[in-house]
């Protein structure tokens, strides 16, 4: 079988050891850094995230499987550094002050990277003004926020006004997210975007940045 | 007070209490508090809550310790006041119900991912659960509530039967819907989580929070159809939405009223609510069963 479809698919079964190992198969064969990540672990990942999002899958697997990735990803990460292979963009990410859900953030992010992109993970019950210090700090261009908490909207409109007092909006774009958060939410307190799941956090934010 | 599960067994339908959480935050609950610290620093606030609910009709009153589980508490560096809180928390209803309604101990996930697929082990599970039920001995009743992994609910089951094997033990989960049927996201079904809990030691077995009333009949349905044990149900007020700021869960407590006739011919045998209902919800409820 072709190796990165082998690789995509231990990955979907959740195998770590077996990703690991052919993986390093993969570089010691010569193939481009690149290619093992996006047509084996992202190309796994990516149906992985779309089989969670139709609910043929659940949690425990999209976890397994995140982990099988990380051990694609920890082989290649200094091939990447030696190779500067450019980021397709940096992200902060947090659940926002009030919260301590962090289990979709959790997943947003690790899809993220599978995706190619640079995290700022903040973690959860993150201040309004340490999203946008991070993000001006870090030179992030998407500020993703999450909750599962309805009573915490008023902290992810604060991030947003900050952002906006700052003059920052043509720089930093804000997605929002969770349970409760839907598309007219995220358009009455004037966030960019609204992903309604993990999978499609991701396509969103890709759109944003345009890769 | 007859015990609750002779009253479930002679086929009595019971009306539960409905949220705690936004009520708190219509009492001035700042965001970012701990919701559990409330108890040590606003008990007359908790007393206040479920007085009104009292007057409205529930014959459960539930204590706010849905994140008091040492494990839970650890995110806000509280976890060495977790006997303090819980045993508080009883004390403060104990003394509302007076006799009345049961006092009902609200235990929720601890916010931590079982392994393989996770890093918490079963035994820390366990253990802090444990830590939670003795101090909740008060209780006349513990509602292990909102789980979506079956695996932690049954380590809380067998937690709370171990700690106080005298007192009823109500289990639900939170479910949402797929293309087949409903699920947690952990992957468990109405079916298996009914199974599960009761093989663990559960009396009543159920479903809360959720996707609205609607669906929380279905599922009322779903566990009827699995069992012959009483079923508890905690809908919410639907799905929230902001309003000019404010947020807003659009189920009215004359909808409630309208389903609870559908609720009880689904199953139910206790009805209370989850998050966004108020005791007008309860009240409404109420109405109905009598």
């Known amino acids: 079988m072709d190796l990165l479809k082998e690789i995509s698919e231990s990955l979907q079964k959740g195998d770590d050891a077996k990703v690991g190992e052919l993986t390093q198969k993969a570089i010691d064969e010569g193939m481009e850094p690149k290619v093992i990540l996006d047509d084996g672990l992202i190309a796994g990942m990516n149906v992985i995230g779309k089989r969670f999002r139709d609910h043929e899958i659940f949690l425990p697997h999209v976890l397994l499987s995140a982990r099988a990735m990380y051990a694609g990803m920890d082989l290649l990460r200094p091939l990447f550094l030696r190779d500067e292979v450019p980021s397709a963009g940096k992200v902060v990410l947090g659940t926002v002050q009030g919260d301590l859900h962090d289990i979709g953030k959790n997943l947003v992010g690790i899809m993220l990277k599978g995706a190619g992109f640079e995290i700022v993970d903040l973690g959860k019950d993150v201040a309004p003004e340490v999203f946008v210090d991070t993000a001006e700090k870090e030179g992030a261009s998407i500020i993703g926020m999450s909750t599962l908490l309805t009573t915490t909207a008023p902290g992810m409109v604060r991030v947003i006004e900050i952002i906006n007092e700052r003059g920052l909006g043509d720089k930093i774009k804000t997605i929002v997210g969770g349970a409760p958060v839907s598309q007219d939410m995220a358009d009455t307190i004037g966030a960019d975007a609204y992903g309604y799941d993990a999978a499609n956090a991701v396509e969103t934010i890709k759109e944003m940045v345009g890769v | ?290």
């Open chain 2, 1 to 290: 007070m007859k015990p609750l599960l002779e009253r479930l067994q002679s086929g009595e339908i019971l009306v539960g209490d409905g949220a705690i959480g936004s009520m708190l935050i219509a009492h001035g609950l700042e965001s970012g508090q701990c919701p559990d610290l409330i108890t040590l620093e606003a008990p007359e606030v908790l007393a206040a809550i479920g007085r009104q609910y009292l007057e409205a009709g529930s014959e459960l009153l539930t204590t706010n310790t849905f994140g008091a589980s040492p494990l839970k508490l650890a995110d806000y560096g509280l976890d060495d006041k977790a006997e303090e809180i819980n045993r508080n928390a009883v004390a403060i209803l104990r003394e509302v119900a007076a006799g009345e309604a049961y006092v009902s101990a609200s235990c929720g996930p601890s916010g931590c991912i079982l392994e393989p697929y996770g890093d918490t082990s079963e035994e820390a599970v366990y253990t802090s659960f444990e830590r939670q039920m003795s101090a909740l001995s008060d209780v006349d009743v513990i509602c292990i509530e909102t789980m979506s992994d079956l695996r932690e609910a049954t380590l809380a089951v067998r937690a709370a039967k171990a700690v106080q094997p005298d007192k009823p033990v109500l289990a639900t989960m939170t479910f949402d819907e797929t293309p087949r049927g409903f699920f947690t996201i952990m992957g468990t079904s109405v079916a298996d989580a009914c199974a599960g809990l009761l093989e663990a030691g559960a009396d009543v077995v159920g479903s809360n929070c959720g996707n609205g009333l609607e669906k929380m009949i279905e599922i009322a349905a779903d566990f009827r159809a699995a069992t012959a044990s009483p079923v508890l149900i905690q809908s919410n007020a639907g799905q929230p939405v902001l309003e000019k700021g404010v947020v807003h869960y659009p189920e009215s407590p004359d909808f409630f009223a309208e389903h609870t006739p559908d609720m009880i011919a689904a199953g139910a045998s206790i009805i209370g609510g989850c998050c966004g209902t108020t005791p007008d919800h309860i009240r409404a409820v109420r109405k109905v069963i009598q």
